[in-house]
């Protein structure tokens, strides 16, 4: 079935507003050169997005649903899954959309994502809202199945440090580029990153349980 002229239009200022946020950034992005190369009227923007913060909000939602479609926090694992196995798929889930699959443009949004993450502005608290406290919510799960007796203080700052440790490697990517690059993500490799973060990330949370 064709698409409809408007959804068209739509389309292709999104397609082309990732590209030019992901070469320029968000603030020397402008609304005249995506409509531009969009072949779209300038006007279309905020007719279709309501402004070019909105349609850069726009971009980071399409660029975290494409991550949760290709590497969803269970990666696959069914209903009967302990939660250590919960926990590596987590593990392995965040890894994998930190890196990415390689494609720079694909890279530059993780890093304006984290851009967003470390200092939100107004529109990101929806789409936070929407796609990272779900995931985070579940992360808590499993360390409860984990620490079926410990507070909800201590489960919640154990989930914190699980983000934190795979966190680094994207916050620290270019710095450990430069100075360790034998220690960068796309060196060492996501499966056997994750595995390590597994494994320290269990016997902390295992000793909190003893504690």
Same mark, same amino acid.
């Given at each position: 079935?064709?698409?409809?002229?408007?959804? $068209?239009?739509?389309?292709?200022?999104?397609?082309?507003?990732?590209?030019?946020?992901?070469?320029? $950034?968000?603030?020397?992005?402008?609304? &005249?050169?995506?409509?531009?190369?969009?072949?779209?009227?300038?006007?279309?923007?905020?007719?279709?997005? $309501?402004?070019?913060?909105?349609?850069?909000?726009?971009?980071?939602?399409?660029?975290?649903?494409?991550?949760?479609? #290709?590497?969803?926090?269970?990666?696959?694992?069914?209903?009967?899954?302990?939660?250590? *196995?919960?926990? &590596?798929?987590?593990?392995?889930?965040?890894?994998?959309?930190?890196? !990415?699959?390689?494609?720079?443009?694909?890279?530059?949004?993780?890093?304006?994502?984290?851009?967003?993450?470390?200092?939100?502005? *107004?529109?990101?608290?929806?789409?936070?809202? &929407?796609?990272?406290?779900?995931?985070?919510? *579940?992360?808590? &799960?499993?360390?409860? $199945?984990?620490?079926?007796?410990?507070?909800?203080?201590?489960?919640?700052?154990?989930?914190?440090?699980?983000?934190?440790?795979?966190?680094?490697?994207?916050? =620290?990517?270019?710095?450990? #580029?430069?100075?360790?690059?034998?220690?960068?993500?796309?060196?060492?490799?996501?499966?056997?990153? =994750?595995?390590?973060?597994?494994?320290?990330?269990?016997?902390?949370?295992?000793?909190? !349980?003893?504690?």
């Amino acid at each position: 079935m064709a698409m409809e002229p408007d959804a $068209g239009t739509k389309m292709r200022l999104l397609d082309v507003a990732r590209e030019v946020f992901a070469r320029r $950034g968000p603030q020397a992005a402008t609304v &005249r050169e995506i409509c531009s190369l969009a072949g779209a009227n300038v006007a279309a923007v905020n007719y279709h997005f $309501g402004s070019k913060e909105k349609l850069f909000m726009a971009v980071l939602e399409d660029y975290l649903r494409r991550c949760f479609n #290709r590497y969803p926090v269970d990666m696959g694992l069914g209903p009967e899954a302990t939660p250590s *196995e919960r926990l &590596r798929a987590y593990i392995r889930s965040l890894l994998y959309r930190l890196m !990415g699959d390689g494609d720079p443009f694909e890279e530059k949004l993780g890093m304006l994502l984290t851009a967003e993450i470390v200092e939100p502005s *107004e529109q990101f608290e929806a789409v936070a809202a &929407r796609y990272l406290m779900p995931p985070h919510n *579940e992360l808590l &799960r499993i360390v409860a $199945g984990l620490l079926p007796r410990a507070s909800d203080q201590t489960v919640k700052l154990c989930a914190a440090g699980v983000t934190g440790h795979c966190m680094l490697f994207d916050n =620290a990517k270019q710095l450990l #580029r430069r100075l360790r690059p034998e220690m960068a993500l796309e060196n060492l490799g996501v499966e056997l990153v =994750a595995d390590f973060v597994f494994r320290y990330a269990s016997a902390g949370i295992a000793s909190m !349980g003893a504690a």
